[in-house]
């Protein structure tokens, strides 16, 4: 997979938000697979480039932890 190159500000939190967001679209993709049946490489693609985009913008973030 290809990840853009960004700056960061703070990973703090970022690989829960990579996780949280796969398990959270995997869950959504299961059942639109089955109904759908959709290409589920084309679809865990989605899910992984949505993944990284979120985890980005935590990077980007510098409040991105509890206080």
């Not at 939190?13 to 059942?31: H, R, V, W």
């Amino acid at each position: 997979y290809s990840i853009p190159k960004i700056e960061p500000i703070s990973t703090i939190g970022a690989g829960d938000t990579f996780n949280a967001s796969i398990i959270s679209d995997y869950f959504k993709l299961k059942e639109s697979i089955f109904i759908k049946n959709n290409d589920i490489k084309v679809e865990l693609e989605k899910l992984i480039n949505n993944a990284v985009k979120i985890s980005q913008k935590v990077c980007l973030s510098e409040f991105n932890y509890p206080v």
